[in-house]
T-cell receptor, first 115, second 114 residues
Framework: DTAVSQTPKYLVTQMGNDKSIKCEQN?????MYWYKQDSKKFLKIMFS???????INETVPNRFSPKSPDKAHLNLHINSLELGDSAVYFC??????????????FGEGSRLTVL | GENVEQHPSTLSVQEGDSAVIKCTYS??????FPWYKQELGKRPQLIID?????GEKKDQRIAVTLNKTAKHFSLHITETQPEDSAVYFC?????????????FGTGTKLQVIP
């Protein structure tokens, strides 16, 4: 069973287009994240939701808009794509329980290429 | 916010030798320190973690040490094997009170030469 699944795995698109990446987790976690991994392999957090509520919003352009319809899903919509948006986007989830907060589980990643 | 620095950025060792990766963190409230391994084209996966009430933790060939006073922690891999070749990330998080992000280091590309 896939714990954190993302679709699509690969996305090739033209500059200026709008695209979405979907994420679902079946682990019963209450907190979900989007991370961006660039060509240098840096993993940078973008957003985090806890029980559908936005709790972390890093300095990300307004063109990026996350949406969490329920605590098992966190989608990422990107408007007016730019060349610099090319990266691998990882969805992740964890159970947040204070001192008992658990391991961060990652999805397989969605490789976005903007031409 | 938290800042995690990781060294070295690349590391080559002969099979059977040990590998050590070091990280420092800035936020004294951080109390959870996981290490992730990312193989080429794959997702990062947790290999070991340590909480601030513990100074050292071992799991077979891997061990992690934590020095809270100096705010640094290290990953030790003994008897390295070719399948240990990957990018390793350290991370830090303050998990008591509030919702905290997991901040990652910049990664270390480990190459184990057969």
């Amino acid at each position: 069973d896939t714990a954190v699944s993302q679709t699509p795995k690969y996305l090739v698109t033209q500059m200026g287009n709008d695209k979405s990446i979907k994420c679902e987790q079946n682990l019963g976690h209450d907190t979900m994240y989007w991370y961006k991994q660039d060509s240098k392999k840096f993993l940078k957090i973008m957003f985090s939701y806890n029980n559908k509520e936005l709790i972390i919003n890093e300095t990300v352009p307004n063109r990026f808009s996350p949406k969490s319809p329920d605590k098992a899903h966190l989608n990422l919509h990107i408007n007016s794509l730019e060349l610099g948006d090319s990266a691998v986007y990882f969805c992740a989830s964890r159970y947040h329980g204070g001192r008992n907060t658990g391991e961060l589980f990652f999805g397989e990643g969605s490789r976005l290429t903007v031409l | 916010g938290e800042n995690v620095e990781q060294h070295p950025s690349t590391l080559s060792v002969q099979e059977g030798d040990s590998a050590v990766i070091k990280c420092t963190y800035s936020d004294s409230a951080s109390n959870y320190f996981p290490w992730y391994k990312q193989e080429l084209g794959k997702r990062p996966q947790l290999i070991i973690d340590i909480r601030s009430n513990v100074g050292e933790k071992k799991d077979q060939r891997i061990a992690v040490t934590l020095n809270k006073t100096a705010k640094h922690f290290s990953l030790h891999i003994t008897e390295t094997q070719p399948e240990d070749s990957a990018v390793y990330f350290c991370a830090a998080s303050a998990d008591s009170g509030g919702y905290q992000k997991v901040t990652f280091g910049t990664g270390t590309k480990l190459q184990v030469i057969p």
